[in-house]
Structures are given as C-alpha cells and as structure tokens.
C-alpha cells in the first residue's frame, strides 16, 4: 500500500515537474490575436461569466485558449490573469473580420493551428503579433472601421411601389445617399444617436473620419451595398442610427436638416437599423505603430498578409449569413415597416409613445459599440 502511494506522488511530482518544463520553454508573452467570426446565435463578443445560457464568442475563444494548452484552466475563469483585452465588445448578431483581443499566452508550438482546432469554423484566429508588456488592445486603439451591409431597396422613396428582387439603386439616389453620409464628417454631438447621453455630455462628442456608400452588387437575385464608417470611437447604436436617419430621409420621411438639428440640444426621434448588416472591419493602432512598429523589437499592427484570408472568411461565413438571414427573416423590410410611426419632428413625450410601438421591431437586433461607455 505504501508502495502504490509512493508511485502515485512519484508520477504526479513527474507531471509537475513535466507541465513547469513546458512553461519554462515557452513563458508567458503579450501577444494580440486577429480574429474573424460570425456572430449570428451569439449574445456578442465580451463573456459574461455566470451567464453561460447566453453564449458569447469569448466563451468558445476562451474554451479553446485552454485545450490548446496556451492558457492555464484558472486563466479561463478569470480573464484578468492573462491580461485579456478586447478592441470592440461587438453586440448580439455583430460579426467582425478583424476584431483584435490582447492576452498574455505560453507561446507553444503551431500556436494558431492549435487553437483554430478547438473553435468553430465560424470563428478563426487569422494572425499573431507580440506586442509590448503594458499593450492593452482598447486603450491603444485609435480608429475602428465598421461596415454595413444592406439591401439596396432600403432606399427606395415611400411613394413607390417596390418589388424587392427586381428593385436597382440609380446613380442619382447613390449620389444623395453618399452627400448625406459625409455629413457625418467630422466632429459632432452625437446625444441623439445613442441613449443615456444628455446634449451637455462631453463623451457624446465623437470623430468620424469617413463615411460613404460603395458601388452596389446583385447576390441571390437581391441588391445590396456595403456603407463604410471610420470614426474614433462609437456609441452604443450610434452607427445604426447614422444610417437610420440618412434611410429615412432618402425615403423621404424626414427632412435634411434633420441631420444638422440633431447635433443640438434638442431631443430628436433617429431611428435605428436592424443590426444584422454590421461588421468590425479593422482597428486601428497608428500611434502605437509609429511609436513601436518598427523599433526591431516588435512588430506594427498591420495586417496585409492576411487580408486574403479576411475576404476568404467574409465571403464563406459573413456575407452568405446577412444575406440568408435578411431573406429567412425580411429584418431590413419589417424594420422600414415602422419608420411612418417615428415622427420626426416630435416633442420628447412623442417620441416615448413611438419608441413603445416601435421596440418590438427595432429592438430585437444587436448593438455596436467599442468604448468604455458604448455597449
């Protein structure tokens, strides 16, 4: 009995001892991961530990960090003992083609494979950087670029009888399409295009660098394009409502300067997209690659050689998803069913009264956001 005692301690001292070799060929380091993912049947990006009935993509990361043996099992559980960080806490039903997290990690041996091999097809790690010790992928981004992608017939004027699959977005309506997003440009008071901002809010001041509509293009027989946005940073629903307003106007169900009214103080009922067509495109660290990116120690966070794995992952698991979906279930045309209930030039208690008629439609789809106060 003594025996078989002193051969179990004997083989788990062993094991210690072989798991502390492990660690010791391959410490801990800072690194930053691209990841890819489609977030159709996930309740967003950032994990809520003690909610598991709500499944995140940082769970199916987090499963897969640890069966690859990069991070301890206790790592799992709290996430702050690697340091982990993500770039944007995309919302429910968002997808991303270059979301960035930044983790502390043993960096074993075909790191990236070992991972991809415990996640689903739909989420992929597509690249590592190492990165310096204090990195933080939130604090250190300067810029996000968000897409969104939505069937053409979204602008079609409210007087016209519509059929969806046949309806082609002419040049001229593109053109108005693309003068009212620039109108975004710049830096402006975005209270009305978000919720919990008062007008006086400093925080509620944000930069948009560019904004425009791309060229459209026919996929299962229905028109879609692809809204482009950089800014800084953005606002819980924030870009949602910036296409919402510009939707309703080209329908013709508000006016122009509704725009540039709702950068004032006064209340302005904007109305919110579906959150199905939004995808974190890329983020951006321009700062910190001019400080560090070329210092022979690290590494800029630019991503050229994997853009054609990003556009492989886009065509396979983003695109066909909104487009799918926007079929199966017509999110885009019930959503325009409720923009006659906004009034756009309504009081405060107005807009309460239409919000309540309209939550059940507007309300089902997720939210953007990448700041501290945006989600």
Known sequence: EENGHQNKRLKRDADEEDVEDQNKKSPKRKIVLLMAYSGKGYHGMQRNVGSSQFKTIEDDLVSALVQSGCIPENHGEDMKKMSFQRCARTDKGVSAAGQIVSLKVRLIDDILEKINNHLPSHIRILGLKRVTGGFN???????????????????AHKDH??????????KETLEKVNKLLACYKGTHNFHNFTSQKGPRDPSAKRYIMEMYCGEPFVRENVEFAVIKVKGQSFMMH???KMIGLVIAIVK???AESIIELSWGEEKVDVPKAPGLGLVLERVHFEKYNRRFGNDGLHEPLEWTE???????FKEQYIYPT???TEREEKSMVNWLNTLSIHDFNSSVVGMQANHKNSKNSSDLEGSDGCDDDSD
Not at 161 to 170: A, I, N, S
Not at 306 to 312: C, D, G, L, R, S
């Open 322 to 324: 909104i487009i799918n």
């Open 137 to 155: 992928s939130k604090n250190k981004c300067d810029a996000r670029t968000y897409s969104y992608m939505l069937p053409t017939f979204a602008f």
């Open 238 to 240: 924030q870009i949602r």
């Open 252 to 254: 013709g169900y508000a």
């Open 306 to 312: 994997e853009e054609e794995k990003i556009a492989v």
């Open 161 to 170: 009888d519509v059929q969806e699959e046949v309806y082609r977005l002419d």
